[in-house]
Nanobody
Framework: QVQLVESGGGLAQAGGSLRLSCAAS????????MGWFRQAPGKEREFVAT????????YYANSVKGRFTISKDNAKNTVYLQMNSLKAEDTAVFYC???????????????WGQGTQVTVSS
């Protein structure tokens, strides 16, 4: 099992910034990639960004490219999502996830955090 604990959500104004953190523990030797997903009310969970466990590869959804940055502190087994130039449409519950494969589909991720609310006011 892999345990994921997220933190850092909250309220921001449009144009502002927030940073999310996700600390991984447990059987992390089985993890190949970490991802961030989000789910807005009434919408399906969608891919935001993913990073390889080594931190060497990253991929982003087009909607966040250039505004969000995913990174990893290997010493702390912690993944971050720096979110800049926030928009009202970024409002969602953000989830951290871990997978034995690298991909954009939620079904490909085996472990999930509890989620953290991000609200952007316009």
């Amino acid at each position: 099992q892999v345990q994921l604990v997220e933190s850092g959500g909250g309220l921001a104004q449009a144009g502002g910034s927030l940073r999310l953190s996700c600390a991984a523990s447990g059987r992390t030797f089985s993890v190949v990639a970490m991802g961030w997903f989000r789910q807005a009310p009434g919408k399906e969970r969608e891919f935001v960004a993913t990073i390889s466990w080594s931190g060497g590869r990253t991929y982003y959804a087009n909607s966040v490219k250039g505004r969000f940055t995913i990174s990893k502190d290997n010493a702390k087994n912690t993944v971050y999502l720096q979110m800049n130039s926030l928009k009202a449409e970024d409002t969602a519950v953000f989830y951290c996830a871990a997978s034995a494969n690298m991909g954009r589909w939620p079904l490909g991720y085996d472990y999930w955090g509890q989620g953290t609310q991000v609200t952007v006011s316009s």
